[in-house]
């Protein structure tokens, strides 16, 4: 297995397999968010909004509970996958 490490200062990283996860959380986070932006479309638009109390039914409620939950989780996931890009782009770039 071939290292690269022109600049003693890098840490050493092998040239080898580039599955470290990235993609897997890339497409994870985005797959999470799209779905929290369409449940939260969903229920601003069909299942008629948002109260002063809340949802107005049932499903509004459902949509509202999920859109809650996948936002911010989706967030989270697609700015962990887009630093752990940035940061194995940076590691392997050439000198």
Do not use: H
């Not at 580039?18 to 299942?47: K, N, Y």
């Not at 499903?59 to 940035?86: D, H, V």
């Amino acid at each position: 297995m071939a290292l690269r490490n022109s600049d003693p200062g890098r840490p050493r990283v092998p040239n080898g397999p580039p599955d470290d996860g990235t993609r897997q959380l890339l497409v994870g986070g985005f797959s999470t968010l799209a779905a929290g932006v369409f449940f939260a479309v969903m229920l601003l638009t069909v299942l008629g909004g948002v109260g002063v109390e809340g949802a107005r039914n049932n499903l509004g409620w459902l949509a509202l509970i999920l859109g809650a939950m996948c936002l911010p989780f989706g967030l989270m996931l697609t700015l962990l996958g887009i630093a752990k890009w940035l940061r194995r782009r940076n590691l392997t770039r050439k000198p």
